[in-house]
């Protein structure tokens, strides 16, 4: 059980263009989810929480503006980043806390060219 | 403020003992985890400690110290397929999971 779907797994997107990720609580209600950032031999760094029915709530440093987060249902949380550059090209991960601790997504590639 | 240490990398010896350290210190505490991870892939749960003492579970164990704001995770019997790198990470009282940089463990033969 607790299992959180992430879409796509892996993405190529031109520098400039928009790209939305996907997570989704299969079997349970997720209020909240979190989403990390994760760059080549480093750890996982969180970016976001997002809040169903409100404005997520960013860490120190990650511009808002340019990762999009929306928690419009109880199961579905999605990340945008807008206007992407290679910078951006990352490892990106979603979280969800249930009763046994944390669940994760399978994570998105995503390569900007 | 908020801080997880842990070694960058240990290598150690297949069948062996390797134990990896963790010190922290974060805003409120609401438990720490321990995650497997391989590259590309989403960490893979471990161990979970919020009392102190010793956790075991088959060839993993973890030990906790509020007190002293330490952790380590003992890995025993060590088999190739182990290697991989290793998350420490603590519950904030936001209830945010926040990782140490990680200990990119290898196992050689």
Redo the contacts between chains.
């Keep these: 059980g607790a299992v959180v779907s992430q879409h796509p797994s892996w993405v190529i997107c031109k520098s400039g263009t928009s790209v939305k990720i996907e997570c989704r609580s299969l079997d349970f209600q997720a209020t ?1 989810m ?1 989403w ?1 950032r994760q760059f080549p ?6 970016m976001a ?1 997002s809040n169903e029915g409100s404005k997520a709530t960013y860490e120190q440093g990650v511009e808002k503006d340019k990762f999009l987060i929306n928690h419009a249902s109880l199961t579905l949380s999605t990340l945008t980043v807008t206007s992407a550059h290679p910078e951006d090209s990352s ?1 990106y ?1 979603c ?1 969800a ?1 249930v009763l046994s ?2 669940t ?4 998105t ?1 995503l390569t900007v060219v | 403020g908020q801080n997880i240490d842990q070694p960058t990398e240990m290598t150690a010896t297949e069948g062996a003992i390797v134990q990896i350290n963790c010190t922290y210190q974060t805003s409120g505490f609401n438990g720490l985890f321990w995650y497997q991870q391989h590259a590309g892939e989403a960490p893979t749960f471990l161990s979970y400690n919020v009392l102190d003492g010793l956790e075991e579970k088959g060839r993993f164990s973890s030990f906790l110290s509020r007190s002293k704001g330490y952790s380590y995770l003992l890995l025993k019997e060590l088999q190739m397929k182990d290697s991989a790198s290793y998350l420490c990470a603590v519950g904030n009282q936001g209830g945010k999971l926040i990782f140490g940089q990680g200990t990119e463990l290898s196992v050689k033969p």
């Design positions: 909240t979190f990390y031999k480093q750890s996982l760094m969180l929480t490892f991960i979280s806390a601790g944390y994760f997504g399978s994570g590639r």
